[in-house]
């Protein structure tokens, strides 16, 4: 049996390959694909109670157009995001509704109800 340290390195992956996890049901190695792996990370890991994601570096948030945001309430309270097109500053709108067509970066959070700036 081949040691992973002994495989060849990919330069580049998609979502059909495959990678080796253990599996406890099992008792053995087995593998799964990409777009398995993902589909159980959002499934499971997003949802868990009581858990929390410490990173040692930052978090890039990619700013959209107010009218590109989900609804409030379909991400429910806590998300966070950013936008381009604020009509408010960040410190002249801090826990403000957010409205489109300016010109402004600001963060915005989920309140379950609405986006507001902050």
Known sequence: MTNINQLSSASSVVA????????????????????????????????A?????????????????????????LVGAGARSAVTDATQTLTAGIGAVVA???????PVFSDGTNWRIG
Do not use: Q
């Open 100 to 106: 489109g067509t300016g010109a402004n970066i600001v």
């Open 49 to 73: 109670s009581g858990t929390s994601l410490i990173l040692t570096s930052y978090v890039k948030t990619t700013a959209v157009l107010v009218s590109a945001l989900p609804a409030a309430a």
């Open 16 to 47: 059909g390959d495959t990678i080796p996890i253990w599996s406890t049901d099992n008792g053995d190695t087995r593998k799964v694909s990409l777009t398995t792996l993902m589909a159980y990370a959002r499934a499971n890991l997003g949802a």
